[in-house]
């Protein structure tokens, strides 16, 4: 396989906000959201346009970066740092991104992602194939490397707004219906046992299931998750706090199902760290909390060297900022279905900057066209969206 060229010079960048309403409220154990508001960019090189979303929450229940915070950091410190400049390669571009600000990955993977679709535009290549390249470049081994050109999707089933179990099945049994291959379902205290309960009533003993905690317990909970053992769920997805490494390892011990990390997977050094501990088996790669997708590389390079099996995870971002996940999800390390989900299921029909569609049987295809796949939906944009700025 080639080398690609990786060189480019970032002529101009626009920059805009979106705020497309959900179909029904998205609800986690920090909070409730009505939108998908997010920070898209349009960054040019020549005549190539490359695009990346930014989409933390618009409050900071997930991470501390917000739609406000992206903002005021991309505008007063990533943009500038890269304007008018050029880059050799995606590793240098991800590393001036770093150079003197901690942390803000959801700021910086908006500007990665799009530096990624330059590349791959600039060399006549899917972002997939790309991604291929990079990890041979890495070291991967050839068993690794491959890759399907589709995703299994699994459905991330929200907090009702009405706590009525009834309302819960029921959005089960249609996602189940709609051929999603795995339910996941939004937990917290006071709704946790009694939900997945109810889940499994619905979908039977076998169907792929677990529970996603977003850091709502403690490690005094553990009773809580021993209740839960009786699920058959395929882990817990991060039940304790968004920075710790520790007390997961501690639960572990306590508890028969094993433990997904999540928000406290913030790089491939903490990925190092957890691998040191070896009693966390299953990690969640989401592009937007890493920092974009070179760090996915270096995390799922780690993972399959040590035995991590992984799956992909989104915010969700919209369809636009769901490619990068979505190539990188289709290599064989990723063996559990993918939070990619169908446009309609989150927005209807229509309403996505880059329509997403599932298959009965729950597979999303890969988009066949140059770098990210498909052009965004400018009208879309301009019904939900406006420009904040062009640099």
């Known amino acids: 396989m080639s080398k690609v060229n990786e060189k480019i010079k970032i002529d101009s960048i626009d920059m805009y906000q979106i705020a497309i309403p959900l179909k029904v409220p998205f609800e986690i154990s920090g909070g409730r959201s009505y939108y998908r508001q997010s920070i898209i960019l349009q960054v040019k090189s020549g005549d190539l346009v490359g695009f990346g979303e930014s989409a933390p929450f618009d409050a900071p229940f997930y991470s501390s970066e917000t739609v406000a915070s992206v903002k005021a950091v991309l505008t007063d410190w990533l943009i500038p740092k890269v304007l008018k400049k050029e880059f050799a390669s995606i590793e240098e571009f991800n590393k001036e991104l770093s150079l003197g600000i901690r942390g803000n990955n959801f700021a910086k993977a908006g500007l990665e992602n799009?530096?990624?679709?330059l590349v791959a535009k600039k060399n006549q290549m899917r972002l997939v194939d790309l991604i291929k390249v990079k990890l041979q470049e890495m070291g991967v081994i050839d068993k690794y490397?491959?890759?399907?050109?589709?995703?299994?999707s699994g459905v991330s089933v929200g907090i009702p707004e009405d706590r009525d179990l009834k309302t819960l099945k029921s959005w089960i049994q249609t996602y189940v219906l709609e051929g999603y291959r795995r339910i996941k379902i939004k937990i917290k205290p006071g709704w946790d046992v009694l939900p997945a309960k109810a889940t499994r009533e619905v979908i039977g003993s076998e169907f792929p299931f677990w529970v996603d905690a977003n850091s709502a317990y403690e490690l005094a909970d553990a009773p809580v998750f021993q209740e839960l053992d009786a699920l058959n769920c395929l882990f817990y997805e991060q039940p304790l706090n968004h920075d710790d490494i520790l007390d997961h390892h501690k639960l572990s011990e306590l508890i028969k199902t094993p433990i997904c990390f999540d928000e406290s997977l913030k790089s491939a050094r903490v990925g190092r760290q957890a691998v040191g501990l070896g009693t966390i088996p299953v990690w969640n790669i989401k592009i937007q909390r890493i920092g974009g997708l070179l760090e996915g590389l270096k995390l799922y390079k780690l993972a399959v060297e040590n035995g991590i099996k992984l799956w992909g995870g989104t915010m969700p971002e919209s369809g636009l900022g769901a490619m990068p996940i979505l190539a990188l999800a289709s290599f064989k390390g990723f063996v559990y279905p993918a939070d990619v989900e169908a446009s309609a299921r989150w927005y209807g029909k229509g309403q996505d900057l880059i329509e997403i569609d599932m298959d009965k049987?729950?597979?999303?295809?890969?988009?066949?066209?140059?770098?990210?796949?498909?052009a965004p939906n400018w009208q879309i944009m301009e019904k939900y969206g406006k420009k904040l700025a062009s640099f």
Not at 145 to 152: G, S, T
Not at 361 to 374: C, V
């Open 145 to 152: 490397l491959e890759h399907k050109e589709y995703i299994e």
């Open 361 to 374: 049987e729950g597979k999303i295809a890969l988009p066949q066209g140059l770098g990210i796949g498909k």
């Open 114 to 117: 799009a530096y990624w679709d």
